[in-house]
């Protein structure tokens, strides 16, 4: 009974230590997942925001004289720098200002990084780019 503990022993260890690895891989996987899409909803949330902060400021001048009511692009893109600056972790923005039915609106891209702290263990790249996207417009009158 002896001889055959002997050539049996550390084969549990090998099993345990593959199997280990793999369970480690599989909660890597939805831990930096779950980090992952927690950031790709905070860059839209952001590019949201961004996006109505922007939109507030309208071209006064036309306004005030009577004119349509349009988002002026300097002041816009001075509010979306502001408060992307103000919420802090943004890598890069764009903004643009498309004519949709005749009417100038402002569209928003951020860049936000996110850094995988489990999966980076396993070789695979450390980083990754989101990007969340949003368009507002200029809304004016009484509800």
Known sequence: MTGR???????VSLFLAVAL??????ISLAYDGAGQL??????????AEAA??????IDRRR?????????????ARGAVKDY????GGVRGHNVSFPVVDGEKRIRVRVR?????????????RKTATVTGEAT???LTGAP
């Open 52 to 57: 109505r902060s922007g939109g507030q400021m």
């Open 84 to 87: 992307l600056a103000a919420a």
């Open 112 to 124: 936000i990084t996110y850094r995988r702290d489990l999966l980076g263990l396993f070789g695979i």
């Open 38 to 47: 927690r950031t790709l909803q905070r860059a839209d949330n952001l590019a």
């Open 136 to 138: 507002a417009r200029a």
């Open 21 to 26: 690895t793999g369970v480690l891989a599989i």
């Open 5 to 11: 503990r002997a050539r049996e022993s550390g084969r």
């Open 63 to 75: 306004a005030i004289e009577g004119g349509p009511t349009e988002i002026d692009e300097v002041a």
